[in-house]
């Protein structure tokens, strides 16, 4: 039997199969490119994450240099500590996706009351938020590469920062976006936004927290700030937001990289007492003691 190809009914069934057809082929095209989408990513993450410590890699190369200069990877809880035995390593810790998924809420929420935002931090999801920290070698020293997430002003932005060893002095910086204004909040994947932020303090002079600002017209000599972009004062903002926000989750940990903490201070008070004493002959002190009594 013939079959009438100006028929309606051919015309559907025809559209129908083309459609299955397409759709499956797109869906196995789909699945086969997932493993080299996914090797990229992270390939773009480890060119960011060394590109904060002034390292340009390509992406064919950034794999190897990454493994090469990275110290180890550290997981951080909302309190600013390390976490022992972390369910997801800090390298597998999406930030951006995570913003996405509530903390936006929970930032903004307790902008005023850092002590209510971690306690929101340490409660949310199943056993609260982590924050990854990348140790790396730059000239010889560890320095620590920190994620940063925030809002511009069409949506999400974000980056790394460096922090030296220290843990008051910023390496280098990197931010990029989605949306931003060209020629405007755009900027802020541009070295000449970026580099400023090199040599900032994150500590003042008396050890107190400051964060790095964005300023309009007012970075000139500051050791806290960098000029903010002209025209693009709410990604500016953004930038400022996320920059001091993300930091006093991590201040405790750069504090005890400034003075090695309480328990370090007192072990090596304690080590320093008890090289003395074994440094001394107790019976000849004895000895000593008897015949000046004589």
Known sequence: MAVDVNSNKYTFIFATVMVIVVATLLALASESLKPMQKKNVAN?????????????????????????????????????EVVAEPKVGAFDIDVLKDYKAGLSNIYKANAADMDAMKAALLAFGDGGVNYPMFVLKKDGENVYVVP????????????????????????????????????????????????????????????????????????????????????????????????????KIYEPYFLQLQGGGVEEVVDTVVDSVGLAMDSLNIEEVVDSLELSAE
């Open 44 to 80: 773009e993450k480890r060119q960011n994450i060394l590109s904060s410590i002034g390292l340009e890699v390509s992406a064919a190369d950034a794999e190897t240099a990454y493994d090469e200069n990275l110290v180890e990877a550290l997981v951080i809880d909302a309190n600013g």
């Open 148 to 247: 940063v997430v925030g809002t511009g002003l069409w949506g999400p932005i974000w980056g790394y920062l460096t922090i030296a060893s220290d843990g008051v002095t910023v390496v280098g910086a990197v931010f990029d976006h989605k949306s931003e204004t060209p020629g405007l909040g755009a900027e802020i994947n541009q070295a000449s936004f970026q580099k400023p932020f090199e040599g900032k303090k994150i500590f003042d002079e008396n050890g107190e927290y400051t964060g790095i600002k964005v300023m309009k017209g007012g970075a000139q000599g500051s050791q806290h700030g960098v000029d903010a972009i002209s025209g693009g004062t709410i990604t500016s903002n953004g930038v400022t937001e996320m920059i001091v926000r993300t930091l």
